[in-house]
């Protein structure tokens, strides 16, 4: 009885052993430890927060799978330790008011080592609600109430040498200039806002702590600006992604949603805009349209040095409305002169563009799947009352809009947005929106084509085949 017993009690141990897992993690900050016992809280500074292993090391993970989970309606999956790591954890938590709504949060990690075995570790973490004006350091200061988000941008607008820097860009043509800023974005965020001050609100001034703003800008010359760019580009997980913004933008609002869409997708790379001399004016549509057509030959020369010179490995281009105009015939003039360059791209992506539908499914968008051979990915809607505007305007249906003149060509995954936009124009659906927002992570983080990502459904209609996002996953 005595040597049974010892027996199941070795191989008890021997089990426990074998199980326990040879790397190791822990939520914390140069402080403390997060778990049930001690409470995560929406003032914990993420600049420290990380991930750590406290066993093993990293070189011996072959692979790393990590789900956050708070309930259905939030649970996000990363793949790539790296991308966990530079993600502003405590930003999107705020911003997705976790800390009110919720009093734990689960990581569930599974890592395969390099000899093939596969080990799994749950982490739960409390999470406390705290007032922000007990956000006080050692030293007696205040704590900043809002994340800072780096930006580059490309820009053929003015300097107005204005030191207001929301107006440091004007509405008139320039030669191509370069620089960085910094935007801040609120610890109180709401995915796919733009939060700024209000009359209505009986807000007058811009306030980092509820209000995404500009800290600050510095111009650069070209050489420093790509040199710096790649240097950045090295240690970031070799991403990066450019914006081209539409008509009635401003340089500030164009930086303020480059910024959003960072912070909003947790995109750890680079992130780049090129801002053209939109008038900001809802009464200048046709300036802008000149404008856009003028800076194509700028933005071309841009596109080349952006896509030589950063040594990326993956690149996404993004453009909405007018600014698909320069962004599709810069690229199609780019790949007629240096076809080699198709290589450095690893995703175009074409939001409720403000182009004619005809012109683009006979000339546009065949030039661009036959001469790029990259992804394409078209986001349409049929609320969008900006388009049907310009389609009053034009006389011809904008290849932006669903419904019965959706464009749909092999080559380009057509994905209808229509119903999940409820603001005034439903027209900037492709940040503003939940949805949207996570097919488009989905799409960047994994790249999953559209069958395969689960916020889509399919569509077959009249022998067109294009793509849905599903209802009920706002």
Known sequence: MKTGFLLLFFIFCSLTQAQKNQVVFELSDNSKTYNLNNCLTNLVDDATLQLKITEGTESIIQSFKILVFLDDNFNLTFTDYNQFKQTQLIGLLNGNNAFQNFTSITFTIDVTLQNQQTETQVIKVCLQQEAVQEMMVSSGNTKKEFIEIPVSFATDRNDTKNSDLNERFGGKRSELQYGRIVVSIPYTHTLGEIERPSYWRLEFSEDPSKHIMMQSLKKQNKDDFFKQMKERIAKNGKS??????????????????????????????????????????????????ANI??????????????????????????????????????????????????????????????????VFKRDIGPKMISKIGKPITLYVSSDDLALLASKKVHGNHRAGEAGAQIVVLK??????????????????????????????????KSG???????TLERVSKANLQYWKVKKGQE
């Not at 401003?250 to 995109?267: G, N, V």
């Not at 076809?339 to 182009?355: G, H, N, R, W, Y």
């Open 448 to 454: 999953k084509r559209a069958t395969d990502r689960e």
């Open 293 to 358: 057509e003028w800076s194509t030959y700028n933005m071309k020369n841009f596109l080349k040095d952006y896509l030589t010179k950063t040594e990326a490995k993956n690149i996404y281009l993004v453009a909405h409305s007018m600014g698909n105009r320069g962004l599709t015939k810069a690229l199609i003039e780019l790949m007629n002169e240096q076809p080699e360059l198709k290589s450095k791209i690893t995703e175009i992506i074409l939001a409720a563009p403000d182009i004619d539908a005809d």
């Open 411 to 444: 080559g380009i995954e057509t994905i209808d947005a229509s119903g999940q936009d409820s603001s005034f124009l439903s027209h900037s659906y492709f940040a503003t929106t939940s949805n949207l927002i996570k097919d488009i992570f989905d799409l960047m």
């Open 240 to 289: 990066t992604f450019l914006f081209v913004h539409g008509y009635n933008v401003s340089f500030a609002d164009a930086a303020f949603r480059t910024a959003q869409i960072t912070f909003d997708l947790r995109f750890s790379g680079e992130s780049v805009f090129y801002s053209w001399p939109s008038q900001g004016s809802t009464t200048s549509y046709t300036v802008d349209e």
